[in-house]
């Protein structure tokens, strides 16, 4: 007799012994004993590991389906309260939707992420439909485990309402008390950038911020205390606001700087996107890059490698922004008593230098 045929009718066999035990949950043990391997072998085969031979793999996971089996994690939460469903909120707007890809880096991440340890993920509705459920609504009827706020309007009272309730929640670059923000480090990496434009012998840099935000508010900080450090005038014509994004704005703006009796060598951008369209103004207006002038944008996002010459930006580690928040939020949810309730951990960026800034130490300012 052949060894699948032993393992069909040992699997018969098992059927009977388990018929009419209702709610009956299969485990590795079960698995283990039929196909007449240790529990760790089923463990290895039902993750797909490498070091178990194709053969006995396609076996065990043959009797794992028709058993129906489990996997740990989820019959756990048919004993528990929790759903191991977590809810994201990312407020849909022309700077947050998901085709940014910034926002769409880090969802991916964190979406991974928490896969990986048994949960799943459901978008909270945040659109203006007038008879929506309000966003702990939705929380409280979905029964959400915990919640990722990737970006949100914070003066909205709904969303005050959430961070004000029990529920485990971490958010993306925005600094709540009962709560974890993982954020870019937005004042370090700012300075990092400046310090590589100062190196390259600029000293008029202008700066296009994206509007009134936390993130921008620590990086209008950084360029203003970097300037100020190193004894560098900042005339009112060389920083402008600009939505994130606007590639219309900033072309305007560009204009506008370089129409200055005395431009800068360098202006940076708040995002790569506003940085080409500054871009496509000065060549345009005929001028050469980086020889006329220089630039850089913020971000690191795929563009940075399409246009040339290639951008000169800060590249956020938007893969361990999403990592850290996964991780933090089932940390909270698994062992409240132990996770920090408020924290905010930071995630270090880089420069990428790009062929958008050149030398100027030959040059008269």
Do not use: W
Not at 70 to 79: D, G, K
Not at 138 to 149: A, S
Not at 198 to 212: F, P
Not at 226 to 231: A, G, I, L, S
């Amino acid at each position: 007799m052949l060894e699948n045929d032993l393992v069909s009718n040992d699997f018969k066999q098992y059927g009977q012994m388990i018929k009419g035990e209702e709610r009956r949950v299969i485990s590795l043990k079960d698995i283990a004993d039929i196909c007449g391997v240790s529990i760790s072998t089923v463990s290895k085969a039902l993750n797909n590991k490498a070091d178990i031979s194709k053969a006995k793999k396609e076996e065990i996971q043959k009797v794992a389906k028709e058993l129906n089996y489990i996997p740990n994690y989820m019959a756990s939460t048919l004993r528990s309260k929790r759903t191991r469903n977590i809810g994201v909120l990312l407020s849909e707007n022309t700077r947050t939707n998901l085709m940014h890809e910034h926002f769409a880096r880090i969802l991916n991440s964190f979406k991974d992420t928490v896969e990986e340890r048994g949960y799943i993920v459901t978008f909270l509705n945040s659109s203006h439909y007038s008879k929506r459920l309000s966003y702990i609504e939705q929380c409280r009827y979905m029964n959400f485990d915990g919640v990722f706020i990737l970006c949100a309007d914070y003066e909205q009272q709904e969303v005050d309402d959430l961070l004000s309730s029990d529920f485990p929640i971490v958010v993306i670059d925005h600094e709540v008390k009962r709560h974890i923000n993982v954020a870019s480090n937005q004042y370090g990496d700012m300075r990092r950038l400046m310090q590589f434009i100062y190196d390259r012998g600029h000293r008029r840099i202008a700066y296009i911020h994206g509007e009134n935000e936390e993130v921008t508010k620590l990086r209008i900080l950084a360029y203003q205390s970097f300037m100020k450090e190193h004894q560098l005038s900042v005339p009112k014509e060389y920083t402008y606001s600009c939505p994130y994004r606007d590639y219309e704005k900033s072309g305007s703006l560009t204009k506008a700087v370089l129409a200055l009796s005395k431009p800068p060598t360098c202006i940076i951008y708040p995002d790569d996107l506003t940085a080409v369209g500054g871009m496509n103004i000065m060549q345009e207006l005929g001028m050469r890059i980086p020889e006329d002038m220089s630039l850089a944008g913020y971000d690191g996002l795929n563009i940075v490698n399409i246009v040339r010459p290639r951008l000169t930006t800060i590249r956020q580690d938007t893969v361990s922004m999403g990592i850290q928040a996964g991780n933090r939020l089932i940390n909270k949810i698994e062992f409240p008593g132990e996770e920090t309730s408020a924290a905010t951990v930071i995630v270090d960026g880089m420069v990428e230098p790009g062929e958008t800034v050149t030398g100027l130490v030959r040059r008269k300012f």
